[in-house]
């Protein structure tokens, strides 16, 4: 069965265009780009072309992109590389609302004698700039706050964040693995230093991702090794993969207006249904400054793994909170720093839509899900309780 899939914020699958053409560089074209020989050349040849399509879609040059292996990598190097070029700074500004990815470093480094500053958010998902100004230092190193949520969609202004920072002069990264390919970005025109992007959330493969760099940025590689990617990162070019990310920069570069349209009209169809069918319910994040293919909705009362379970049983798949975190029962950090209550925040499931998404597939959705949650809310205490206070039978 094909699965009815709502889950693209935790990967995507390969576009048919990307898949065929990087086909040819496992088999017949499997040269290392950086051999003396011809052979090897061509295919340095397409992946400077790769390299071309990524800062184009990015707003960038491509001397300022950096092949790497995953958005994770991508976080880790340029928090790092941020840490070791300013080694008289000790202080680390991010949110809490922050994928792992940049969560765990900072926590580790945390423990290694840095300062970090969790920024709050506030009911809707949203930063408060003004608190983020008074949490700079002339201790600070470098400031990582991610341009889109991958669990709300909610977008954080982060070419206003990056002026501030400009303008004291520090540091900033911004992890743009939720954002690149669904909101346009021209780095060309922002303060943004260091940008991570992962290409298994734009139609092309898992492991391989970008760094940007801007031009005269300090640097400090994360992987020593060969003189790749002009000695800023070590390790022979995953060469399919990055033709792969190239191929997807374009696609999405040239259909993001279009695609977005209709994934937010898918999106918007399932949400505002399941708002006015089901009871109790509610969507996390701001609706007003929100990626166009994320919906985070809440149905209070119910597990959302419950949910995930017997919706898996259709063929649906979504996301309860992160996909990073769903072996855990724990709400997730993301909504808990929302202050989203309890019962609210347990039963939060995350629809992520993409392009290959249908109506049809929506209609199955809005068909299966309301009796699933009559199903559970029949089981659960809590719901009894409360339809009781409310006088309901
Ligand atoms: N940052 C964000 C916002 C993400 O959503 C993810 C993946 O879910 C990552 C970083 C990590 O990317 P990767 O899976 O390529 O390591």
Redesign the pocket.
């Known amino acids: 069965m094909k699965p009815v899939y709502m889950d693209n914020?935790?990967t995507t699958s390969v576009a048919p265009e990307v898949l065929e053409a990087m086909l040819p560089y496992f088999h017949e074209l499997y040269g290392n780009p950086s051999s003396m020989h011809s052979f090897g050349g061509q295919v340095m040849k397409e992946v400077k072309r790769a390299r071309e399509r990524v800062a184009t879609l990015l707003g960038a040059s491509p001397e300022e992109i950096i092949f790497t292996s995953?958005?994770?990598?991508s976080?880790n190097t340029a928090i790092r590389s941020a840490l070791l070029s300013r080694p008289d700074k000790r202080h680390i500004v991010t949110s809490r609302v922050e994928?792992p990815?940049?969560r765990a470093l900072c926590a580790h480094l945390a423990t290694q004698g840095y300062r970090v500053t969790e920024l709050p958010v506030d009911g809707e998902g949203r930063l408060d700039l003004e608190q983020y100004r008074r949490a700079l230092s002339s201790d600070t190193a470098i400031v990582s706050l991610?341009w889109a949520?991958?669990e709300t969609g909610v977008i954080f202004p982060i070419e206003k964040a990056a002026e501030i920072a400009r303008e004291r002069n520090i540091l900033f990264h911004t992890?743009a693995?939720?954002a690149v390919g669904k909101i346009p970005i021209d780095l060309g025109r922002t303060s943004i230093d260091m940008l991570?992007l992962?290409g298994?959330?734009l139609h092309a493969p898992?492991g391989i991702?970008i760094l940007y760099l801007r031009k005269g940025t300090k640097y400090s590689p994360f992987l020593l090794g060969g003189h790749q990617e002009r000695g800023r990162r070590g390790g022979t070019e995953a060469t399919p993969s990055i033709i792969a990310l190239g191929v997807a920069a374009e696609l999405a570069q040239k259909n993001m207006e279009m695609e977005n349209t209709f994934v937010k009209n898918l999106r918007d169809r399932l949400e505002n249904t399941i708002l006015a069918t089901v009871a109790n319910t509610k969507v996390n994040g701001d609706r007003q400054n929100r990626l166009p293919n994320t919906s985070n909705i809440s149905f209070e009362f119910v597990e959302g793994e419950g949910i995930l379970l017997m919706m898996d049983e259709y063929g649906i798949c979504a996301s309860s909170g992160?996909?990073?975190t769903s072996g855990s029962l724990q709400p997730s950090h993301v909504l808990r720093a929302m202050g989203i209550p309890f019962t609210m925040a347990h039963g939060s499931i995350r629809f992520s839509l993409s392009v290959y998404n249908t109506d049809e597939e929506i209609d199955f959705v809005l068909e299966k899900l309301p009796p699933v949650i009559e199903t559970l809310r029949g089981m659960s205490p809590y719901w009894k309780a409360d339809a009781r206070l409310c006088g309901e039978s």
Not at 70 to 73: D, I, L, P, V
Request: aromatic residues 0%.
């Open positions: 914020n935790a995953c958005g994770t990598e976080d994928h990815a940049i991610m949520n991958n992890d693995v939720q991570s992962s298994h959330k898992k991702g992160s996909a990073c």
